[in-house]
């Protein structure tokens, strides 16, 4: 019997990175995973959570727990950050003991992000991706701390043929996208990410890559900006360039 | 009186920041942080991670059970010969010092340096009651010349050159003074050598307080503290309710945790141990030694299981060095003596919601902080929970927020939250942003968006995962 993943396809990721997410399809696919997407999910709720409002939170975590509550196998989703927030915050939302605190910790502990996924659940690093160029990466804050994935994603980036993996300078330094952060205090966001472009403008790299749509937005934007040449590119790019999604 | 703050805006605090400030900031943090790192691999990662959970439970342990251990400390200072008092708040901490001051005759107090003080905001208080009051730490010596507080809770007058220190001593103290370090820190020392001899009460704060044998513990680098604790007739020591450990074994773990953390030293040049005042003519020493247990705000504190871990903080300041926030726009953006993450905690819980309620969102939430506390506080689920309070209010404090916000909030959860109006709002938003779109970019939008594109542009909305992944259905 095929593994199965269901799409957890994130907002930000839906509404500014599709062709991430048609990646992931094909990636998986490719893997012998059967990709399954629930068509009724909308937001995790991460940003209400984060921004004090435990109310909205809630319901928007009851919600998705109800969407994914109905799905078995694995909750596979290319954003750190938001399965950060099933996995442990989540059971944070409801009273110990409850039924809903016992279906969050049972849905979280099947909610995994993508590199780990790859890495730790199919023991795969070599995806048969080929990408010429110099490559550096930028760990994401939920990915790395609130996950403890430091070392899947450049595992993945090794397994591709030609890509010359540079490090970046504090790599795993906050990009200063922050979620509500960024808008409430726009001018310490700026200053933040301008440090992160520099580093990354330091490699001398081609591209920069990681593994959060949040901070691929921020990064991206400010390098856009910045005027550099540098390409922001999520994980699942690098690993599907050149072939297309199917 | 007191100078508590009373509204601190974070976003008008950090637009004075000097361009000189995160530069200055993130030489001396990129320095404390590498010594460190040095000396926790030199330990060992494991033996520190045994370190950092043998840290927290004792200082679990310690402001569970304050009642006790506080009482027990109370009985050996007196004991000892030392007179303990119990402060409210700052005023009435402030009012005890003064009065013992008073009691003296006292001019001129000297002190050491000392977040508890800073906190009661001790020193324009004695001022105000006629008490010149002199900072010894050198860093807390110069800002007090330049008429500011500490920018960092470790190391105060970091973010200052050496010749800004130059000219500052022309200025105040009338001296030519060279930039550089050795000469401005003889002159510091003379000029305070006079000070040490003529004063007539010494201050101080502790780092730690020893239930066991009540004594107060100072950790300080240069010398100043224990002359501010030896040389005037009067000693007193203003101490949080925070910093009482149990005994000498718990205090060897945190000693161990402590300059590690702070400044990356194995121990700090004095650790200083002070048991009342003397106990025969042989020994010497002020002859009067006054202990001030400041609540300030902790006990409530202690009353919010979802933020009382604060009280576990023992100021070592990693967290500032650390924090991506900080170290770009430096203490005094914070409004409060005690900056950064630690500084948030602090600052938010102490004063409330209404003054500080800005503070838990300067905080990317990236989580550096709770990987280098050394007592492992969960400062990001601490701070999460502060959010929570200010907008939603929780059992300690109303919401300080707009009501209006939530309002806001819940239409959002609504749209985020209802399938069909999610993809009419996304279908909706492609077609909006139209005449704004440049290559896949928003450079300018109105509105909250506004914040974000002064800094870089957005990207466009592109969703068309849903289509994509239904057609691919149909054909198969």
Known sequence: MAIRAQLFVTCLAEQFFPNVLKGMVALLERLGVEAVFPEAQTCCGQPFFNSGYRTQARELALKWLDVFGKTDGFIVSPSGSCV???????????????????????????????????VNQLKVTDVGARFPGKVTYHASCHLLRGLGAREEPKALLRGVDGVELIPLPGEDTCCGFGGVFSVIYPEVSQSMMKAKVQAIDSTGADVVVACDAGCIMNIAGGLRKAGSPVRAMHLIEVLTAGRGAS | MSHQPTSIDFRANVQQVPSTMPPAVQKATTKFLGNRAALVDALGNDFWQQLRQAGHEVRLHAITHLDYYLEQAERQVIQAGGHVHWARDAEEAQRVVIDIARTHRAKLAVKSKSMATEEIGLNHAMEAAGIRVLETDLGEYIVQLKGMGPAHIVVPAFHLSKEEIADLFREKL?????????????????????????????????????????????????????????????????????????????????????????????????????????????????????????????????????????????????????????????????????????????????????????????????????DICPV?????????????????????????????????????????????????????????????????????????????????????????????????????
């Open chain 1, 84 to 118: 950060d927030m099933v996995r442990h915050h989540f059971p944070e939302l409801f009273r110990p003991g409850s039924a809903d605190h016992k279906r969050a910790v049972e849905i979280g502990a099947r909610t995994v992000e993508f590199t780990q996924f790859l």
């Open chain 2, 174 to 370: 009338g001296i030519e003074a060279p930039a550089e370090a050795e000469k401005l820190t003889q002159i510091a020392r003379m000029k305070l050598r006079e000070e040490f001899l003529a004063a007539d009460l010494g201050i101080s704060g502790g780092n730690f307080l020893v239930a066991e044998t009540g004594t107060i513990v100072t950790v300080t680098n240069e010398g100043n503290g224990r002359m501010c604790c030896t040389v005037p007739p009067v000693h007193v020591a203003v101490v949080g309710i925070d910093k009482v450990v149990p005994d000498w074994e718990s205090l060897t773990v945190l000693l161990k945790l402590l300059a590690r953390s702070a400044t990356g030293q194995k121990l700090s040049c004095y650790t200083q141990f002070i048991s009342g005042p003397p106990r025969t003519d042989a020994e010497t020493g002020p002859k009067e030694f006054h202990l001030i247990l400041l609540d300030n705000g902790r006990t409530r504190i202690l009353q919010s299981p979802e933020t009382r871990e604060t009280l576990l903080c023992i100021r070592c300041g990693a967290c500032l060095n650390i924090c991506p926030v900080y170290n770009h726009v430096g203490g005094y953006a914070y409004g409060y003596p005690i900056s950064g993450p630690t500084g948030v905690m602090f600052a938010s819980q102490i004063l409330g919601s209404k003054a500080a309620g800005a503070l838990p969102f300067a905080s990317t939430l990236c989580g550096a902080c709770n």
């Open chain 2, 376 to 476: 492992k506080i969960p400062i990001t689920e601490i701070l999460l929970h502060l959010r929570r309070r200010v907008v939603e209010g929780d059992d300690l404090e109303g919401a300080a927020a707009p009501y209006s916000l939530r309002v806001g909030a819940q239409i959002g959860a609504v749209a985020l939250g209802t399938p069909w109006l999610y993809r009419v709002g996304s279908r909706m938003l492609k077609r909006l942003q139209v005449p704004f779109v440049q290559e896949g970019w928003m450079a300018n939008l109105p509105g909250p968006l506004s914040r974000w594109t002064m800094a870089r542009p957005f990207p466009a909305f592109a969703a068309d995962f849903r289509r994509w992944w239904r057609r691919r259905s149909d054909r198969t």
